[in-house]
């Protein structure tokens, strides 16, 4: 039945291609005043009956433009707009095929200003460093969230794990009206709002809310999108809840409401699963809370993203998480903006890891095979605030407090041995741990902005701090044998026993750190709003003690009494620096520049107090120098450029001189003459997007040498056991490029191809040693890629793409060997929209790595389906979800560095089948009809 209701459908489809014409409208766009060009004004074309829209275009840089496409209406209503100018406007007949207009002259609105809020339909409209869409041009599916509108923008892209690029720059906050929804964060805002709420999308450069109070320019590579909702939608609650179990008890649940009544705003959202999902279940929710400005990821199989800690991707995990937000505005003379939001998240996972590496020497080859088992649990609190409050027209304060507390608990295991060339054991060992931790912390960010004059002078002051502690408690149970020949019986081929070390230990540990940072910045206006002088003088001061309690077991069977000395420490460490500098800032039109020098004075010292012969003492004072530059060639292609030298001074623990002997195979001994490294970034990129064809384009370039890199320096006996020590070597460098260019070729008004081309590669060279002997190991790679989308609106929609990795890893010395590998991925994707109110999705990927050892799964096939109906008017839909339908997921991966070559290979989560329900509800707006809305200009 469904493929005749398919089969039906292309049949009306093509029947409706067969009425279709072709026309192309052109014509040059000039002032009324100057006759000048136009550049950048959008002209599009309306269907005549019901203002649908048909195509529209952007005019070039000599005010030409076209309109090209098919449709089987006769009239049309064709529209040019240019803010600050009068809409023109022009009924066409189509039937006519091509039409020209040699001049459209434009005049001038003499009721505009340089900021103001303009009444406009047309679908794009660009004013210097704002682009904005206009969401009623724009098809989407009726239920729509804010994500599928952004993947229907010209230039804007959305991967598969929600991130979002305009131009091939990435997005880094969204705002609703201006203002944040829970923290920033981009994907919770497009994967929970609808599109129907939205009036009109806006895209800026980031800033901070200082910087826009001043009125900054950026280097503006990362974007905002700012989402507008008219008054008369901005009052109502909207959310989701949605649930499902399946097959190998899997279950998931995630349910959010909201309440936006203008300024004030509250939401709540929970969630939980045991699918390997952060918290949330259907893909909405990626990250929480402020995006992923700062992320870790721990050996347990959690992650942490902005101090913030959920289930990880390795093993299995089961996630929950609930949380609230609330924002509002105060005052009548003073605007007082307040957010607030609680979150609490926790996780509990299991792992196992098996992995063999091949260890490589200058002389000789050994190879270790490992083995692990973990089970962890966690939990963590976190409450953010924070308060914006305007005092007046030029004095701005922001004070952002945070507070967070997290526990944890983590049962692991190990198993490890060495094995020489000849295949001889050279050593073994097994470790049992259970650890308990918890972790506390308060912060807090304060900025004061004030504004003087009016041609661009500010002096700004912040001032940070933090405190956070963290005790724990672990024990540990572990044992090593170490084997060699045989002195007694030289004659003996075997290895026997020589040295074993046994330990069983309980370790208390407590870690106190407190930091204070601040700034002040003084900017001078040379020019009025074009040159600046910044002097800027920033100071922090941290101070850390880090105390750890090792206790052996007393044999005589009272417990851990014992106090091991080689295990224990109890240091003091203290970071200072102090930082004058000064910039220099130029913005005129199309171009912006700015260089900036400081000089670094940075005090390092360590207190051993169970080890005094130890303390230590450096300091470190180095010049750093900062430059940015880009011009824009037009509204739509720019090219930027930057240099960064930076100083990084060694790690306390590099440069401390006692031996840690907490692994027996491996002694760890700092440097205490380490010197600081010196850090050159260069990055040039051009990015260009043509509205007119629909094409964009961006490349990049970069490159990072750093002198006196602190590399660790191994040595390894005859045994295989190691000991480590740190050392700086010149000669260590990074480059990296590529480029991406993407097409959209319009077939009709409803089929269309995306075709996305890109090329990525890098070359890293890296000083190292082994046993004694320095050598120097190249590795390049090249990461071709073919991305193509076929849509066929409301029918299907079917995206292959293929990406090949080459890796090559070349040595100047002839004890390693030169080695080159090649994987290949190959990903479907495919939707059917058909029959009415079904949606059939299915994500196909293939991957194939020949180079893995034996015993490793070499390719695999993973496809996951999802077949969704939808009924109550959309308000409800049922789904069936397959994962890993072939039952074949892995994540066997092969790592290769100068000094080893690895296979390994953990837990996955396997094939299941689910059943989920899911309920949207939305009262935004439903009180009287929406109004035209309108367009923000800013200036």
Known sequence: MSRLLVAVALLCVSMSFSQSRQFEISGTLLTEE????????????????????????????????????????????????????NTYFKKVDLSKGKIHFKELLMQVNSNALSEVVLTSSAPVTIKKDTLEFNVKSFKTKKDATVEDLLKQLPGVAVDDEGQITVNGKSVNKILVNGKPFFGDDPTITTKNLTKDIIDKVQVVDTKTKSEAFTGETTDGENKTINLTISEEKNKGVFGRAAAGIGTDQRYEAAGMFNYFNNDRRISVLAGGNNINSPGFSFGEIRKMFGGARSMSRSSNGTFTIDGRTFGGGQGITTSRSIGANYADVFGKKENIDISADYFHSGSSSENETASQRENILPDSRYFTNSSSASKSDSNSHNVN?????????????????????SDGKTTYNSRENSKSQAGQLTNESHTDSYVENQARSFSNRLSITKRFGDKGGYVR???????????????????THIYGEDVANPNNPDYVLIDQETRDQYTNSDYEMNRISSGVTYRFPIIAKTLFLN????????????????????????????????????FEYLDEE???????????????????????????????????????????????LSSYLNYRFGENSSIYFNYRLRNEAPQLSQLQAFQNVSNPLNTVVGNPNLAPSN???????????????????????????????????????????????????????????????????????????????????????????????????????????????????DIFEIRPRYSLNFTKNTYDIEAFDDREFLSHELRLRTAVFLPKNFEWRNDINYVYNPNVAAGFQKSAWFWNATLAYAFLNDKMSATLKVYDLLNQNTNAKRTATQNYIQDSQSTVLKQYFMLSLSWKFNSLGKKGETGKGGIFIMD
Not at 385 to 405: C, K, Y
Not at 461 to 479: H, P, Q
Not at 546 to 563: E, H, I, Q, S
């Open 679 to 793: 850090n050159h970034q260069i990055y040039l990129g051009f990015n260009a997007y043509n509205f007119q064809e629909r094409t964009g384009f961006y490349s990049y370039f970069g490159a990072q040498i750093t002198d006196n890199q602190v590399i660790s320096k191994t040595t390894i006996n005859e045994d295989l056991v190691r000991e480590t020590t740190y050392t700086n070597v010149n000669g260590n460098y990074h480059v990296y490029g590529g480029f991406d260019y993407d097409k959209r070729i319009k077939l009709d008004s409803l089929r269309a191809v995306k075709v996305g081309v890109g090329i990525y590669g890098n070359l890293d060279r890296h000083i190292n040693y082994n046993n004694e002997v320095q050598y120097a190991g190249k590795v390049r790679s090249l990461s071709p890629e073919l991305d193509v989308t076929f849509e066929w609106k």
């Open 461 to 479: 002051f912040n001032l940070n701090n933090e405190i956070s502690t963290r005790a724990g408690d672990d024990y540990l149970n572990s044992e």
């Open 535 to 570: 002097v800027n003088y920033n100071y922090s001061r941290s101070k850390t003690n880090d105390v750890k309690t090792t206790l052996n077991r007393n044999n005589a069977g009272f417990g851990y009494t014992d106090f091991n000395e080689a295990l224990s420490t109890d």
């Open 578 to 624: 102090s930082t004058p500098g000064m910039s220099v800032n130029y913005n005129k039109d199309k171009f912006y520049s700015s260089v900036g020098v400081s000089y670094l004075f940075r005090t390092m010292a360590n207190t051993d107090f169970l080890r005094p012969q130890f303390s230590i003492k450096r300091k470190f004072e180095n010049m750093q």
């Open 385 to 405: 605030m924070g308060f914006d409050v305007e005092i007046d027209s030029t004095f701005l304060i922001n004070v952002a407090p945070s507070f967070r507390f």
């Open 34 to 85: 100057g006759r000048t060009p136009l550049e950048s004004a959008t002209v599009y074309l309306q269907k005549a009956k019901d203002s649908t829209l048909i195509t529209y275009t952007i005019s070039d840089k000599n005010g030409n433009f076209l309109l090209k496409n098919k449709t089987n209406e006769k009239w049309a209503n064709m529209f040019v707009s240019y803010v600050g100018y």
